[in-house]
T-cell receptor, first 117, second 114 residues
Framework: DVKVTQSSRYLVKRTGEKVFLECVQDMDHENMFWYRQDPGLGLRLIYFSYDVKMKEKGDIPEGYSVSREKKERFSLILESASTNQTSMYLC????????????????FGPGTRLTVL | SQKIEQNSEALNIQEGKTATLTCNYTNYSPAYLQWYRQDPGRGPVFLLLIRENEKEKRKERLKVTFDTTLKQSLFHITASQPADSATYLCALENYGGSQGNLIFGKGTKLSVKP
């Protein structure tokens, strides 16, 4: 079974702190994703990566950065945490495109509930 | 840009009945559509994928239909049980985005009462 793990289930930080959220997958997937999920807004894509050292902005990248130094690991960084970044953060991974070139099934981690005070 | 809508935020049904959830999309028709289940405080879990040339797909008590004319997918759970209570998300390719990029609906929260 595919396993996606996230470094913390719950995290409490203070405004202005630098925050690192780590995600590791064990299935040699090319693609990795970071989402945040808020009530009424659904899943929103922050950043994604389709290869080591490659990254692309999603729909809401402001205030975030990412790092992918190894294929299995994708980190989300909040350079200076703010209260409006309090949210559930979900990491996901997938193989590269299916034959025919379309989005593949995504496998999600358990999520990190981040609270910024 | 592509938009995806799940018509109901919440659906309450009685145990044993069939739950039917709706997913509509605008603009282009995707090559396939996916359904996920999400339990509170957990990440979504993939359930089913249906391709555009498949009218219907089944997995145990789950059935998904895909109507490219109506631009709609229906997700059915037959003989529903309280354990089926969860939020169900539909997803399709964010066309024009980079590879592997899905767009998700906001989900329908299903509650099955004993």
């Amino acid at each position: 079974d595919v396993k996606v793990t996230q470094s913390s289930r719950y995290l409490v930080k203070r405004t202005g702190e630098k925050v690192f959220l780590e995600c590791v997958q064990d299935m040699d997937h090319e693609n990795m994703f970071w989402y945040r999920q808020d009530p009424g807004l659904g899943l929103r894509l922050i950043y994604f990566s389709y290869d080591v050292k490659m990254k692309e902005k999603g729909d809401i990248p402001e205030g975030y950065s990412v790092s992918r130094e190894k294929k299995e690991r994708f980190s989300l960084i909040l350079e200076s945490a703010s209260t409006n970044q309090t949210s559930m953060y979900l990491c996901a991974s997938s193989f590269s495109k299916l034959a025919g070139g379309f989005a593949d099934t995504q496998y999600f981690g358990p999520g990190t509930r981040l609270t910024v005070l | 840009s592509q938009k995806i809508e799940q018509n109901s935020e919440a659906l309450n049904i009685q145990e044993g009945k069939t739950a039917t959830l709706t997913c509509n999309y605008t603009n282009y028709s995707p090559a396939y559509l996916q359904w996920y289940r999400q339990d509170p405080g957990r990440g979504p879990v993939f359930l089913l994928l249906i391709r555009e040339n498949e009218k219907e797909k089944r997995k145990e008590r789950l059935k998904v239909t895909f109507d490219t004319t109506l631009k709609q997918s229906l997700f059915h759970i037959t003989a529903s049980q309280p354990a089926d209570s969860a939020t169900y998300l539909c997803a399709l390719e964010n066309y024009g985005g980079s590879q592997g990029n899905l767009i998700f609906g906001k989900g329908t929260k299903l509650s099955v009462k004993p």
